[in-house]
């Protein structure tokens, strides 16, 4: 545990969203540190702020109008320390597309639905590799399609989204969003709107990706249930503000907040009293 | 191949019915065409004389008859004469043609280019140049008529300045003048279109998706999000192709333009009914076609709905 | 919210005022005092026939008014209708009610308006309706799409599973949910419609000149602009005025979307 190295340090981040004459301070004092390996849930109500945070780390909030301070340090493979925040907004979206992979909330909807699969998969290969001629793009697409079981071969590449099944949708939008040689994996609740049984398969299917790829894990979602099954680490977050943060089993058995206790309590009565972590 | 018979069908139909509602206009009319005639001809209106025209004109056989007759002749391409002047009307039909489409196609079509930038520009920066100058296109055109402008542009270039004549000489500047207006009142309205077909495909997954991924927004928006938009925009420009009919009567008419407008208005001043049928008939073809092209282009363009 | 009160407080002072004040005989002409500038007893001044401006101006509103609410109350009344009842129903209904769309566009209004005002004599009500009629397309497709929208959500088919009657959910579910839109669009049509007549006034085709329009004004002074600019500039001015009042009157700021995307 304790010689793992040290990959993104999240400092007193504070993100304020004006929206014409209104702000929206959306993240207050944020801070946690994650290390190499170490999968990080975050979690709590909606509105808490769970999804913001991801979107201030990965740059994705609505850059004019967002204010920032604080800082986000990143740990380069080669040593470096980044501070995200620091960087002009170009430099820092193509710096973290490298760096991190996100998957969605929905990712049954998160294809172009106007682009062949073939054309946008290849497009983003392309924007990672672009030494890549056609035929190697084509052959990688091919080889990842066997690993993240996308059936059909040719044909399935040469059809628009809307042709395929949202379990094929998924897969293949998780497997473009793994393109990048990244190092952190940040799942904003890739489960919700999926039904119980393709929900179970996504968690599987991600956990499966996990072991074998050892990424750094970012898990987002308002299930304290499916949470303490992926997740070493947990934050837990109300109102823009961490909560509590800590090691899962002790949070869960011990939490000091009143509003941990009570979100673990809630989370016991609808899952039943039975452990869902059986690891 | 179900839908392209649907289409065929709804035209025809669509032909059929505002064919017999001008029929049935025109012979509902107070004057009747036989008097016009009568008349361009100074003749008296005496039973004989009557009787005689009409049987000349094929209006004594019974109304169903007549209506066939008049559709088979249009279609054969014998569009009849001018109860007034006696000029052929395809011909003269032939000859104003290429003004009033000049007028309408190329205002559109540069309307709908510069919209389409103006429209892209906007959705980019929320109150930006472009999203305050659309806007204020857009309640500009809304608020002040085009022969308002018309008057203006008339006085202030034809008159105060002298450099351009619009009521004689060749009638270029008239012409470049109309174009330019059409293609300004078109500009406003598409814009807007544009733009928020553009701010609803930045609110979707797959953009945000494809920036987190890498793709430079700007490239996302531009080169991977530009079909709903396009397809938006082309939807509008069907519908404002009727209106260049109707906008294009007041420009025309403003300009001195010998277009198929004037034509119209001075046909009607004069009660020429032979040549307002026949200018319902060609409306009608005309938005055949461009329903068609259009279309076939949004066919093509292949844009898909996506659920938000 | 509070300018849009304003704004409907002076318009309802507008009406009243063109309809309720007492104003000069607009047949009347006086050769002696043609081209007068404006004076405690002609307000706006007179004409290039002697004509009192402001009466002419006052009768050429209201004949406008009357245009714009028979124009909008048809078009607004009988496109919603069949917009939402072509979404509910679908099938061969919306079949229909789409051809009746389409049809009424083919042919522009104003080209209609002409005709018709050149076969029967120009009359303001003759111009509202066909207008009215006009514009119905655009009415039914803006209706139909946010029906169609509304109708994807869940409340909607619960109603229907609950059993409740059709007129119930149409009129009282789904209406006030797609009125706002449809309250813009009648802005923008309303002024489209003061701008319209305008322009049929000024092509004037059958038109009587003893009851003048705006638009027939500003077709019958136009040659004055230089010497009289008066005349031309209040007729383009009240064009417009009540061309923008209408827009802004039924924009509603709360419908411009504030939801900010990754550009913004």
Redesign the interface.
Known sequence: MTDKRTILIVENLNVT?K??VTRFPVLKDVSFTIREGERWAIAGESGAGKSMTMNAI?G??????TEYTGSILFHEKNGEWMDLLQMPY?SR??FI??QIA?I????I???????RIMK?WG??IR??HPEMSNNDVENHILDQMEIFGVRGGHETLHR???QLSGGMRQRI?IA??L??EAQILIADEPTTSLDAITQRNTIEFIRGLLDRRRWTLLFISHNLGILQYMCDHIIIMKDGRIVEQGETEELFQSGKEEYTRQLVSETRKIMGDHEVCDE | MKNVILFLAKWVIIFIVTSVLIFAAVRMMPSTPVDKWLDAYHLPHTEENIEYVESKMGLNEPLPLQYVNWIGNFIKGDWGVSLVSGENIRERFMAKMPYSFSIGITGILLGAFAAFFLGYRAAL?RNGLCDRLTTSMTIFCQSIPMFILSILIINAFGVRLGIASFFTGDGRYSLLAAILLTALYSVGGLSRVVRSAFREEMS???V??????????KTVLWK??Y??PLASLVSAIITRFAGVFGGSTVLEFAFAIPGLSTMLVSAMDSRDYSILQTYILVVVIWMFFVHLILNLFLRML??????? | MRRKYILWGLFILFVLFLFLVPHQNIKLTDLLNTCQGCSSTHWLGTDNLGRDLFALMVTGGQRTIIVVFLATTISFTMGSLLGMISAYEGGIVKTIIQFIADFVTVIPSLIMALIFSALFGFSAPMAGIIFGIGNLGQYINLADGLTSEIKEKEFISAEVSIGLKRRTILFLHIFPNILKQLLVYLGNNASSVVLQYAGLAFIGLGTDVTNPDWGTLLYQYRGYILTYPRMVIVPIIAVCLLALFFHFAFDDGRIKE?E?????
Request: net charge positive.
């Open positions: 969203i929206n014409g990965a994705l909030l609505p850059e004019g109008s170009q979206r193509s597309s490298e996100i969605f909330q929905d990712s909807n998160a294809l172009n639905p106007n682009e946008q497009d983003t924007l990672h628009f989204p809307d939008a473009m969003a393109e990048s | 920066r979707k997954s797959y945000k998706f494809m920036v987190s991924r890498g793709f430079s927004p991977h999000a079909k709903p292949g844009a898909r709905r996506s659920k938000a | 504030t900010l995307t990754i550009y913004d």
